[in-house]
């Protein structure tokens, strides 16, 4: 029976290996899902794919899973970064959820100018990576990176391709990327997109990314999207031109 439910664990897995629950997955497994002795769980941690194994013992405060066949291997996504600004807290965790879905292999928060969102809670928006990788069936988990300010964050994109998507260019004529794979741009090369707040990039950040030779400005269109709505438009077109789709 192929098992319903996906549980991340930070657990080696491999044949006959067996897996410790925490209370809080014990709690949910058994006191939630209603699992017994027997039943199958697919795990995977990030690293070895992901397993079918059953419940070996089941308690209310802890509980023991096997391993015994692997169901999966191991896949990366594509070498894609998220970098986007906190906005309401719904929200975010919203382009949380989407960008690992869409297949980010890392999660960026950066505080630019206009930034509303001064903190986040690094391990709440880690929690639901891990949630979105168990319901979509990946087998990895992107790092959801601390707040970085943006001039600190360029410096960490000196090596990558940066897609730009540049609010005011929506009431222009063109449309798409500059820069590709002819002039510039490399499908192979690791990609950043830049998600601009609620009150869009400054006029001096947006000087400074269209300075860079590695920036590719990105026109999402005619309308202006929300910044949670931007996203998942960016890494839809970065993952149908460049990705694993």
């Known amino acids: 029976m192929k098992p319903k439910i996906r549980l991340y664990v930070e657990h080696p897995l491999g044949p006959g290996q067996a897996v410790t629950l925490t209370r809080a997955q014990a709690h949910y497994l058994f006191g939630v899902m209603r699992l017994t002795s027997g039943s199958p769980v697919a795990l995977f941690n ?24 692997q169901t999966a291997p191991q896949s ?40 509303n969102s001064e903190r986040i809670r690094q391990d709440r928006l880690q929690a639901h990576a891990v949630e979105a990788a168990e319901q979509c ?3 990895y988990v992107p790092e959801l990176a601390p707040l970085v300010r943006f001039d ?14 540049d609010e005011a260019t929506a009431d222009s004529t063109e449309t798409g990327a500059h820069g590709g794979p002819g002039d510039g741009g490399a499908p192979d090369a690791g ?55």
């Not at 709505?229 to 789709?245: E, H, K, P, S, V």
């Open 137 to 139: 069936r990946a087998t």
């Open 152 to 165: 600190v964050l360029l410096d960490q994109l000196s090596d990558r391709q940066i897609l730009f998507c």
């Open 76 to 115: 990366l996504p594509p070498d894609l970064w998220l970098c986007f600004a906190p906005i309401k807290k719904s929200r975010t965790d919203f382009i949380v959820e989407k960008s690992v879905e869409m297949g980010a292999r890392r999660i960026v928060p950066m505080q630019t100018e206009f930034t």
């Open 46 to 69: 990030g690293t070895d794919g992901e397993w079918r194994a059953e419940v070996v013992e089941a308690g209310k405060r802890g509980g023991t899973l096997e391993c015994n066949e």
């Open 191 to 245: 990609w950043a997109i830049l998600i601009g707040p609620e009150g869009g990039f400054s006029p001096a950040e947006r000087a400074k990314l269209r300075a860079l030779p590695n920036t590719h400005i990105l026109n999402l269109g005619p309308r202006i999207l929300r910044a949670d709505t931007a996203a998942i438009a960016a890494m839809t077109l970065w993952q149908t031109r460049f990705g694993d789709w």
